[in-house]
């Protein structure tokens, strides 16, 4: 069940995406940008620890492996981010009282790996059937020295660019749900690829929806 | 001093492996305080006369404090202290509900105290992670308060003392007292009486009162007898001790004396506390304005 | 009465007053709280200073060590920050390692410091492969009322204008550094990142500087960073609601605003410890 969708004007690698590919988890997807690989699992909802317990909607924790060694202070903030953005789609008030898991699991890292982490986590997210308001998708987007955008950058590409950005774009009106930046960049640069990731999210909300229909076709 | 040092590729003798700290920024594996480079010796502190601040010595000479309450908004009570360049802040949080459900008792409540220095408030930087010196204080500081305070009152509830050494310049477990107990007080915990602390420094025949950071770890090498450190925990209005740490080796004269002059020393601070309490208290609950 | 309503219903609170334009702290949506500054109170850290803004207090002491440069960069030395959120900062913190908002804190301030290049390592450089500095920056959270990256973000760069290093040289005969702490030498501080951070209420209501109550009861957050140069250091949102455009553009213009008052502050503070010696 393996997708694949060929770069169109705004330039991003080939993507694959392959949902349910675990057994246990009561969602997974993998993604895949280029080289750039993650899977995702969801498990919930289910029952919560009594700490973390919200009264009007569930706890959703998100859990970065990083590919070797334990997860340090960029895993925690990228954590932090794939979170937030997540609680932002869900609808959490529908299940009070209850704990969602995310477990973001990267196989291989060739840059974009916070959007690979977004796209993963969207699919998982769908997968496990939970209720959203919207879909969202990531995009990375690298200034390199000679003021050219690139989207989708490789891990070469990244090292060499002067500024690096990554917004999380909603499905609804396209607007910017997430941004972390690294890099000095003025105010027209942000602006630029902020329309350049809108683009860009229209063809990776075009390969979710055919790679979600390829699959239901089959399964029907 | 390690002369090999800059050819050598990693300091050999801190070399030991270290449990990675992943919830840190992490720098580089070993690095050392440039005072261990010095290419002039600092003086060494004078063993007679006038102390190096120029206090007296062989009296109850306390560094002048300045304390504040009330100065961290989200504490129920909290209290500031600075003596000389020692910089102390405590808060309280609480009475609250036990964390631990276990441990909840129906007829007294749990005091818990923690006690920490910054980084940066040492003259070598401090790690990051508690380490048993911080322990050791945070427990005597428990033993001293806990007499003081009315935990029969608050069943089934615990108090939080929070006690973070901002810059550390000798004499920290006697202002950690004296702080956390007006912080105890400015959150209105019921208590039988305030505690103040303070400590001396034996040397030999003589002994400083309040030391400072130096004249704590200074070691005078004229006479190997009586060296030792004191510090009292004092119940002013009760005339009782709560508290007494000594460490070093001291004879039971020169050991009762040193609580004699610390008593002394606590009754120089009480009225400063005083006042800062009323203070503090007025500005609470401003008196009745007269018509 | 009012106090009531607060507790049982602190979201209808806060939204009674954002119709009016205002907050219950009596500001405007697009104002700052007090900010002020102390500098270098600390004599046992190389560089300090303690930073209000309203009640958020934030500490940052700099201690300096030597250490080896790596390998692979021999020219450069280290920055360390780290953000602390003790228990004693709020009741919200547990003792123990830092959490992840602590975490997260750090690795933003590790960000800024990068992006900005507030500092060039290779100027903690002493002797190339040899012997370097490490700048441990950390910011101790006192009293947290809100908008602690802020508040930490001064802290450092007033700390960081406040650090001296003291001169080392290296014995030519034995090859050990040698330290004068007497002589002392100031940081070359290259830029100026300054960052305002804003609140989403309701998906549509932006405010900026909020409190500890005000970012609880939000549904997005943002930060801006931006160094004199009016160029963007950081523009780090994690996730919340979106935000639109025209949204973004009004936060950066308050941003760059941001940058100049506090930049002025922060030199008006060294000028004023400078005449005080």
Redesign the interface.
């Known amino acids: 069940m393996m997708e694949v969708c060929g770069s169109t004007n705004v330039s991003l690698r080939e993507f694959g995406c392959e949902q349910t590919l675990l057994s246990r988890p009561d969602g997974s997807a993998s993604f895949v940008q280029g080289d750039t690989s993650v899977i995702a699992a969801v498990y919930g909802p289910a029952e919560v620890k009594v700490s973390k317990e919200i009264y009007d909607r569930a706890t959703l924790e998100v859990l970065i492996q990083p590919k070797v060694g334990?997860?340090?202070?960029?895993e925690?903030?990228q954590?932090?981010?794939?979170?937030?953005?997540?609680?932002?789609s869900l609808l959490l008030t529908l299940h009070p009282r209850s704990s969602l898991t995310l477990v973001l699991q990267l196989i291989h890292d060739d840059g974009s790996r916070l959007a690979c982490f977004l796209n993963a986590a969207c699919m998982a997210l769908m997968d496990a059937g939970l209720p959203m308001s919207c879909l969202f998708c990531g995009v990375t987007c690298a200034i390199n020295a000679d003021s050219e955008i690139i989207t989708d950058p490789t891990a070469a590409q990244e090292k060499e660019s002067r500024a690096l950005?990554t917004f999380?774009i909603?499905s609804k009106?396209q607007?910017?749900?997430?941004?972390?930046?690294?890099?000095?960049?003025?105010?027209h640069e942000?602006?630029q690829c902020?329309a350049v990731s809108q683009k860009a999210s229209e063809n990776i909300f075009q390969f979710y929806r055919d790679s979600v229909r390829r699959r239901y076709s089959k399964n029907l | 001093m390690p002369d090999c040092f800059p050819h050598a590729v990693t300091f050999p003798f801190l070399c030991t492996t270290m449990p990675?700290d992943?919830?840190?920024?992490?720098g580089p594996e070993v690095s050392q305080s440039p005072t261990l480079f010095l290419c002039k010796h600092v003086a060494v502190l004078p063993s007679h006369g006038r102390r190096a601040d120029g206090r007296q010595r062989d009296q109850v000479d306390v560094r002048p404090v300045f304390v504040r309450c009330g100065l961290v908004s989200q504490a129920k009570g909290s209290a500031y202290i600075e003596a000389g360049n020692t910089k102390l802040m405590c808060c309280v949080y609480g009475p609250r509900e036990m964390e631990r459900k276990d441990e909840t008792d129906m007829k007294c409540g749990k005091l818990t105290t923690d006690m920490r220095f910054a980084p940066f408030s040492c003259l070598e930087r401090g790690s990051w992670i508690q380490g048993s010196q911080d322990k050791d204080l945070s427990l005597m500081l428990h033993e001293s308060l806990q007499p003081a305070v009315c935990l029969h009152k608050y069943p089934r509830s615990q108090i939080e003392v929070n006690v973070m050494v901002l810059e550390n310049s000798g004499s920290v477990l006697a202002h950690a007292v004296t702080c956390a107990s007006l912080a105890l007080a400015d959150a209105g915990i019921e208590m039988y009486d305030l505690v103040l602390g303070c400590s001396i420094r034996q040397n030999g025949a003589s002994y400083v009162v309040d030391p400072s950071y130096m004249e704590e770890n200074s070691c005078s090498s004229v006479s190997s007898e009586n060296q030792g450190g004191l510090t009292v925990a004092f119940l002013p209005s009760l005339n009782q001790i709560s508290g007494l740490q000594s460490d070093g080796e001291m004879n039971e004269e020169t050991l009762t004396a040193g609580v004699r002059t610390c008593i002394e020393g606590c009754y120089k601070l009480y009225p400063v506390i005083q006042q800062a309490l009323t203070k503090a208290v007025r500005r609470a609950a401003p008196p009745p304005s007269e018509s | 009465m009012a106090a009531g309503f607060k507790i049982a219903e602190p979201l209808e609170y806060h939204r009674s007053f954002l119709k009016e334009n205002c907050r219950p702290d009596g500001r405007e949506l697009s104002e700052f709280r007090t900010t002020t500054l102390n500098i270098g109170s600390i004599s046992t850290a190389d560089g300090s200073a303690l930073v209000k803004v309203g009640n958020t207090t934030v500490m940052c002491g700099i201690k300096v060590e030597l250490t080896n440069p790596l390998v692979e960069a021999p020219g450069k030395g280290f920055i360390v920050p780290n953000v602390d959120l003790p228990p004693l900062c709020s009741s919200r913190f547990r003792p123990g390692p830092p959490g992840?908002q602590a975490?997260?804190a750090?690795?933003?301030i590790?960000?800024v410091i990068?992006?900005?290049?507030v500092i060039q390592t290779e100027d903690l450089c002493i002797e190339r492969g040899k012997l370097c500095w490490v700048l441990y920056c950390d910011m101790m959270c006192v009293d947290y009322d809100g908008n602690v990256l802020d508040a930490c973000i001064i802290a450092l760069l007033a700390a960081l204008k406040n650090t001296k290093l003291p001169e080392v040289t290296i014995n030519k005969d034995t090859g050990a550094p040698e330290v004068n702490l007497e002589k002392r030498k100031g940081l070359n501080i290259r830029k100026h990142p300054v960052g305002a951070s804003f609140c989403v209420f309701d998906d549509s209501i932006l405010i900026v500087d909020p409190t500890a109550e005000e970012e609880g009861l939000s549904?997005?957050h943002?930060t801006v960073v931006t160094?004199e140069k009016?160029?963007?250091?950081?523009?780090?949102?994690?996730?919340?609601?979106?935000?639109?455009?025209e949204k973004?553009?009004e936060c950066?213009g308050r941003a760059t605003a941001r940058q100049r008052e506090i930049q002025k502050l922060v030199d008006k503070v060294i000028h004023s410890v400078k005449t005080a010696q």
């Open positions: 334990l997860p340090s202070v960029r925690r903030s954590e932090q981010c794939v979170r937030e953005t997540c609680e932002a950005m999380a909603d009106e607007r910017v749900m997430m941004s972390y930046t690294k890099g000095s960049f003025s105010v942000l602006q902020i | 990675t992943t919830k840190r920024v992490r | 992840e975490q997260a750090s690795q933003f590790a960000d990068e992006s900005s290049e549904t997005s943002l160094d009016e160029r963007l250091c950081v523009v780090h949102k994690p996730g919340g609601t979106p935000l639109s455009a973004l553009q950066i």
